[in-house]
């Protein structure tokens, strides 16, 4: 009797609100420990299952608030070497777009798929940064005096600049070094038309031996002309705006599994503006399809890794949440 008494007593203590709140709580443990081990993927997943867990901390105000007043000085004292490489990328890519790119050898035949108009840009290269920097650092500045923040507003803008600069090194970089014409470069290289005209030993004046073309346009438009590949224009617009798609597709949770399309919407919107952009280029005749798609695949991955870098993975339920 005393036994049973004893092992009831047991049960009773097994079964209380405090026992077995912790007892579910080590279970659970245990059973995170064992899963990560014997599944390697388990980290993917595992924010989904904690979904509840996470928005009870959210909304019991564990998310702490960080002001500019506060935490401003803080933070840019921390980051002050991040912010002196950006410099720095800046310098790089100023000079990068100012050297003479590879002269490719353009021979007579050539031309023929470089005889399409010379006319402007539908997307002028001034409205570039405002789309793709200030715009996004404008809705981050939204999200600031919603939440208070200042470590996502300073993260998110050494994010978005850090994507945009290390696009525009290597696209300069690769424009400079493979010097591939336009599709407009007849027209840049002999604004009259004129690509045939004989000396009195009638050989061609606007070709060499070599059967290499001699411009005789404007030295800037000819320059130009020869850094046709990527797109600069598409790999900025995806850096800057695959950036913000990033950070709206965290901040709102489009990955939460509740099946709201409308997030999807939000988040495809900016990535949209950018595929526009490039396709502009392409009618403008300024670039071939291969540099818009090489362009917007630089400006993604880099807006990708620049992103990944401060904050979490946009299907991760904390993706809200930066990394300090």
Not at 94 to 105: A, D, E, K
Request: proline share 5%.
């Amino acid at each position: 009797m005393g036994t049973w008494q004893f092992s009831s007593w047991n049960l009773r203590s097994l079964f209380s609100s405090r026992n077995s709140a912790e007892t579910f709580q080590d279970a659970s443990t245990r059973k995170q420990d064992i899963s990560s081990v014997t599944n390697p993927f388990y980290h993917l997943y595992s924010p989904l299952i904690n979904d509840k867990k996470t928005e009870s901390r959210m909304r019991n105000g564990q998310l702490a608030i960080h002001t500019l007043r506060s935490h401003g000085m803080v933070v840019a004292k921390t980051h002050m070497y991040d912010w002196l490489i950006l410099v720095v990328l800046a310098v790089i890519m100023t000079v990068l777009s100012c050297i003479h790119p590879f002269y490719r050898h353009v021979g007579k035949d050539m031309m023929t798929d470089l005889k399409y108009p010379l006319q402007d840009n539908t997307v002028p290269i001034w409205a570039v940064p405002i789309y793709a920097i200030l715009f996004p650092i404008g809705v981050f500045l939204a999200f600031y005096f919603f939440r208070r923040d200042v470590y996502d507003l300073h993260h998110a803008t050494l994010g978005i600049l850090f994507s945009v600069l290390i696009t525009g090194v290597i696209t300069d970089a690769i424009k400079d070094a493979v010097g591939r014409p336009r599709p407009d470069f007849f027209w840049r290289c002999f604004p009259d038309g004129k690509d045939v005209r004989f000396h009195f030993r009638h050989f061609p004046q606007f070709y060499d031996q070599l059967g290499n073309v001699i411009c005789h346009g404007d030295t800037k438009v000819i320059r130009e002309g020869h850094k046709s590949f990527p797109s600069g224009h598409t790999s900025w617009s995806f850096s800057g705006l695959g950036f913000l798609s990033l950070y709206l597709c965290g901040k709102i949770r489009v990955f939460d599994c509740k099946g709201h399309v409308a997030k999807l919407c939000v988040v495809f919107l900016p990535l949209l503006v950018a595929s526009l952009v490039g396709i502009s280029r392409v009618d403008d005749y300024w670039h071939h399809w291969q540099d818009v798609f090489a362009g917007g695949l630089i400006g993604m991955t880099m807006a990708t890794f620049c992103y990944l870098q401060f904050f979490a993975p946009p299907y991760h339920v904390e993706g809200i949440i930066i990394h300090y």
